[in-house]
Nanobody
Framework: VQLVESGGGLVQPGGSLRLSCAAS????????MGWYRQTPGKQRELVAV???????NYADSVKGRFTISRDNAKNTVYLQMNSLKPENTAVYYC???????????????WGQGTQVTVSS
C-alpha cells in the first residue's frame, strides 16, 4: 500500500490550500484517514481524521478553518485549509488507519509528507 500526497506549497496568511492523499495497492477497506503535522523539534500532532462512515474529528486550533473529506471509491482523503496562519506552517502527513488488504493483512500507513509554508 502506498500513499501519495499532493497540494502543499507556499501561501500567504489568510490564503487557502487543499491537500490530497491517494492510497493505492491491494486495498479492501480503509477505516480511518487523517492528516497530522510536524514542525522541527516537536512531536507529530493530529490535525483532522475521518472514519469510513464520515465521522470527523479536528484539532481545536483548526476547527472552523480546515475541512477533511474522503472519497472511498478513490481511497483518497482531502484537507481543505482556509484562513491559513503562519503557525500552520509544518510538514503535513497523511495517515491511513486499519487498512485491510485483500491478503487479509491489517496495517497503518503514513505518507511521505508535504510541506505547507504560510508566510508573506
Amino acid at each position: 500500500v502506498q500513499l501519495v500526497e499532493s497540494g502543499g506549497g507556499l501561501v500567504q496568511p489568510g490564503g487557502s490550500l487543499r491537500l490530497s492523499c491517494a492510497a493505492s495497492g491491494s486495498i479492501f477497506r480503509i477505516n480511518t484517514m487523517g492528516w497530522y503535522r510536524q514542525t522541527p523539534g516537536k512531536q507529530r500532532e493530529l490535525v483532522a481524521v475521518i472514519t469510513s462512515d464520515g465521522s470527523t474529528n479536528y484539532a481545536d486550533s483548526v476547527k472552523g478553518r480546515f475541512t477533511i473529506s474522503r472519497d472511498n471509491a478513490k481511497n483518497t482523503v482531502y484537507l481543505q485549509m482556509n484562513s491559513l496562519k503562519p503557525e500552520n506552517t509544518a510538514v503535513y502527513y497523511c495517515h491511513t488507519g486499519e487498512v485491510l488488504t485483500y491478503e487479509l493483512k491489517l496495517h497503518d500507513y503514513w505518507g511521505q509528507g508535504t510541506q505547507v509554508t504560510v508566510s508573506s
